[in-house]
């Protein structure tokens, strides 16, 4: 059984693109979430989606930030015009219904 | 307002010393608490899930406890390998949203 996989690990952009980050989720899970973490920090929620819908995005940024989870394909955070701000690990968990999240490793964004 | 608080923030302990992690929450209705385990560079890894109070997990050297307001992460007889930084969320009422604390960095030394 494969683990929730993200990709890529490392991703450096320069100020003002975009950066797009991957995340298939376990075999079986249909809820994701992403949460974005800062060195020293803990975990921040930003966005909940099910297949082809999103159910909670209270914790991402109203610009810039989106969110999806097709019916095919890993879901994606894209993150436009990025800022130095935007630097951070960026994590995304999976869990079927009433269970614990999972984790992949991470993304690491770097805005140079 | 923060749902979830832990403590201390930071921990030293000599190898063999026991000790226990705090977490307390807010949360009105919960439904359920997570420990997890992150070492640098990884994600969180699970490690326990509570529902209600008095109930009690254990795995290796750790054990969970909760309370109506409170868990505790005792560490009996910690070793090097169980340096690392322990999260804890909780999950609210209905909603399947999972609010996690700060962290609690463990260091255990030899």
New interface residues.
């Given amino acids: 059984n494969a683990g ?1 996989m ?1 990709n890529p690990r490392h991703l450096v952009r320069r100020r003002g693109q975009e950066a797009r980050l991957r995340c298939s989720p376990m075999k079986g899970h249909s ?1 994701v ?1 992403w ?1 974005r973490q800062l060195p020293e ?5 930003m966005v ?1 989606l099910q297949k082809e819908n999103i ?2 995005e209270s914790g991402m940024p109203k610009e810039r930030f989106s969110a999806e989870f097709p019916k095919e394909g890993p879901s994606i955070l894209r993150i436009q015009q990025v800022v130095r701000g935007d630097s951070a690990a960026y ?1 995304c ?1 999976s869990s079927p219904e009433n269970s ?7 993304t690491r964004l770097t805005v140079t | 307002e923060d749902q979830v608080t832990q403590s201390p923030e930071a921990l030293r302990l000599q190898e063999g010393e026991s000790s226990s992690l705090n977490c307390s929450y807010t949360v009105s209705g919960l439904r ?1 608490l ?1 420990w ?1 385990r992150q070492d640098p ?6 490690l326990f ?1 509570l529902y209600s109070a008095g109930e009690e997990k254990e795995k290796e050297r750790l054990k969970a406890t909760l309370t109506k307001k409170e868990s505790f992460l005792h560490i009996t007889a910690p070793k090097p390998e169980d340096s690392a930084t322990y ?1 804890c ?1 909780v999950q609210e009422g209905n ?9 609690t960095k463990l260091n255990v030394k030899p």
Avoid at chain 2, 95 to 103: E, I, P, R, T
């Fill in positions: 929730v993200q809820h979430y949460y920090e803990g975990l921040k929620f909940y159910i909670d994590f968990a614990p999240l999972h984790f992949g490793n991470g | 359920g997570f997890y560079g990884k994600g969180p890894e699970f899930t999260l969320a909603f399947n949203k999972f609010y996690f604390g700060s962290g």
